[in-house]
Nanobody, 126 residues
């Protein structure tokens, strides 16, 4: 059974940093693109960042570009999201996800994703 388990969320002041982790189990994901989405209260879930299977290419939403960094450790079947210079508007539940297809494209819509974690809450205070 495939499972994605996020961790690392918490409460942080504006300007602070957090590192989120997503540990995958059930099968190896070393050949899959992996992504992070987030969902703020009362808003749609939105694409945040993605990384190719080898880690040689990444893609970010404009709202987080230059502040967030996605990375992965295939030996540990884990993907990370480093959140720096956090703003109150970054407050959301953060989810990791695996797309239905892993190719040279990055997919930013929820329907393109097959596996999801349960999410981890990030709250940024002003």
């Amino acid at each position: 059974q495939v499972q994605l388990v996020e961790s690392g969320g918490g409460l942080v002041q504006a300007g602070g940093s957090l590192t989120l982790s997503c540990a995958a189990s059930g099968r190896t994901f070393s050949s899959d693109t992996m992504a992070w989405f987030r969902q703020a209260p009362g808003k749609e879930r939105e694409f945040t960042a993605a990384i190719t299977s080898s880690g040689d290419s990444t893609y970010y939403a404009d709202s987080v570009k230059g502040r967030f960094t996605i990375s992965r450790d295939n030996a540990k079947n884990t993907v990370f999201l480093q959140l720096n210079s956090l703003k109150p508007e970054d407050t959301a539940v953060y989810y990791c996800a695996v797309p239905k297809i892993s190719d040279r494209f990055f997919y930013i819509t929820q329907t393109s994703y097959e596996y999801w974690g349960q999410g981890t809450q990030v709250t940024v205070s002003s």
